[in-house]
């Protein structure tokens, strides 16, 4: 039996709002449990971010959510995973479980896939970093990757909406190489992506699987929970609540449309520095 209570939060954080389509997914599969999430709005976008500076922002977010006495935490951002998990497994390991987007995602497409290509949409600091190519030949090494680098996508998507026609053309442009390449599942690898979902959908055909990260996550969150005897035993809907270093408001006003239910108590937060070991 696990030392830490099981009514303890689960904690999840990206570096905007994106992480809200991986929280909707937790929100589903445990409805039990209360969660509070930080979205890092002040420092957004990360995509563009260096490996470094990914480091130390993602050490200063866990640190903070640790405070909230969280039970797991969650990195939904792709670019903060590639750069930082094995980090924060290191720091943190030994107090909770911490979990990434990039592994799930890739099993999942692993699973999908029936030619064993497989397309990667991504930020150029998660592209970079390799770690999706990783996951997916650790999956299945005779399984193709098509990655293409997207700079500008999470941040159009995060500027909200209605989406014009330059961000229509924008979309084609990345989607390109993967119809080129005959991919049959595409791994949408920032939390950002499934807002555009639709859109990609009907520019790959519908042939092509979408695989984003929620899922996946959901399923190793409850793997993890009930490894530790930490599944909360709650016949009643738990509470979730948000933090952010930016803007309230703007974050109130962009994240139900992500997370596609009201967000209630939103708190802006000052994070504390943290010094990174090289």
Same mark, same amino acid.
């Given at each position: 039996?696990s030392?830490?209570?099981?009514e303890?939060?689960?904690?999840?954080f990206?570096?905007?709002v994106g992480?809200?389509t991986?929280?909707?997914e937790?929100l589903?599969?445990l409805p039990g449990?209360?969660f509070?999430y930080l979205?890092d709005?002040?420092r957004?976008? +990360?995509?563009?971010k260096t490996?470094? #500076?990914?480091?130390t922002f993602?050490?200063e977010?866990?640190?903070?959510?640790l405070a909230?006495?969280?039970?797991?935490? $969650?990195?939904?951002?792709?670019?903060?995973t590639?750069?930082?998990? @094995?980090l924060?497994?290191?720091?943190?390991?030994g107090?909770?479980d $911490?979990l990434g987007?990039?592994?799930?995602a890739a099993?999942?497409a692993v699973e999908a =896939?029936?030619?064993?290509?497989i397309g990667?949409?991504a930020?150029?600091? =998660?592209?970079? %970093?390799?770690?999706?190519a990783?996951? &997916?030949?650790?999956?299945?090494?005779?399984?193709?990757?098509e %990655?293409?680098p997207?700079?500008?996508?999470?941040? &159009?998507?995060?500027?909200?909406? @209605?989406?014009?026609?330059r961000?229509?053309?924008? $979309?084609?442009? +990345? $989607?390109a @190489?993967?119809r080129a390449?005959d991919v049959?599942?595409v791994?949408?690898?920032?939390?950002?992506y499934p807002?555009?979902a @639709?859109?990609l959908?009907?520019?790959?055909?519908?042939?092509?699987r979408?695989?984003?990260?929620?899922?996946?996550?959901a399923?190793?969150?409850?793997?993890?929970?009930?490894?530790r #005897?930490?599944l909360?035993a709650r =016949?009643v809907?738990g509470? +979730?609540?948000?933090h952010t270093t930016g803007?309230?408001?703007?974050?109130r =006003?962009?994240g139900t449309r992500?997370?596609q239910m009201?967000?209630?108590?939103?708190?802006?937060?000052?994070?504390?520095?943290v010094e990174?070991?090289?």
């Amino acid at each position: 039996m696990s030392a830490i209570p099981r009514e303890r939060p689960i904690a999840v954080f990206d570096s905007g709002v994106g992480g809200l389509t991986v929280l909707h997914e937790l929100l589903v599969a445990l409805p039990g449990e209360d969660f509070v999430y930080l979205g890092d709005t002040a420092r957004f976008p +990360y995509g563009d971010k260096t490996h470094d #500076e990914l480091r130390t922002f993602a050490l200063e977010i866990a640190e903070h959510l640790l405070a909230t006495d969280a039970k797991l935490l $969650v990195v939904a951002c792709g670019s903060a995973t590639a750069a930082a998990l @094995p980090l924060l497994q290191e720091r943190l390991g030994g107090v909770v479980d $911490v979990l990434g987007v990039i592994a799930p995602a890739a099993d999942l497409a692993v699973e999908a =896939t029936r030619s064993g290509r497989i397309g990667l949409l991504a930020t150029p600091a =998660t592209v970079a %970093s390799g770690a999706f190519a990783a996951a &997916i030949a650790a999956g299945d090494p005779r399984a193709q990757l098509e %990655s293409v680098p997207c700079p500008d996508l999470a941040p &159009i998507i995060q500027s909200g909406f @209605p989406f014009d026609e330059r961000v229509v053309e924008t $979309v084609r442009r +990345y $989607v390109a @190489p993967l119809r080129a390449a005959d991919v049959d599942t595409v791994i949408l690898g920032s939390t950002h992506y499934p807002l555009v979902a @639709p859109m990609l959908q009907r520019m790959l055909g519908r042939g092509v699987r979408l695989v984003s990260a929620g899922e996946g996550v959901a399923r190793a969150v409850e793997r993890a929970l009930a490894r530790r #005897e930490l599944l909360s035993a709650r =016949t009643v809907e738990g509470a +979730y609540r948000f933090h952010t270093t930016g803007d309230v408001e703007a974050f109130r =006003t962009l994240g139900t449309r992500f997370l596609q239910m009201p967000l209630g108590e939103v708190e802006r937060v000052v994070l504390t520095p943290v010094e990174v070991p090289a």
